[in-house]
């Protein structure tokens, strides 16, 4: 079974970056397409960005394009959310997600908490 353990959260200033970090272990990393969602306070999980572990395809939701990064190290099975520029709308708590095609999604992290300050 695939699991996955977040990172890098933190409480923040509007306009400066943090990184997530989230590691999988227990499957096949390449075969993978790892996820990131949020859920702001009261809010619905929403996605954020995907990326396909094979070719390094990636997928972002309209309002963090330009300012998050999506990225992967296949060799540390480790999939990172590089976010710049944050603002007070990004506070929430991020989770990872993997599953074998975009849409579909097996298992969860349990979430590292964000928090931006304005």
């Known amino acids: 079974q695939v699991e996955l353990v977040e990172s890098g959260g933190g409480l923040v200033q509007a306009g400066d970056s943090l990184r997530l970090s989230c590691v999988v272990s227990?499957?096949?990393?390449?075969?993978?397409?790892l996820s990131w969602f949020r859920q702001a306070p009261g809010k619905e999980r929403k996605f954020v960005a995907d990326i396909r572990m094979n070719d390094g395809f990636k997928v972002y939701t309209s309002s963090v394009k330009g300012r998050f990064t999506i990225s992967r190290d296949n060799a540390k099975n480790t999939v990172y959310l590089q976010m710049n520029n944050l603002t007070a709308v990004d506070t929430a708590v991020y989770y990872c997600a993997a599953g074998p095609e975009r849409g579909t999604y097996a298992s969860w992290g349990q979430g590292t908490q964000v928090t931006v300050s304005s």
């Open positions: 227990g499957g096949a990393l390449s075969t993978y397409v």
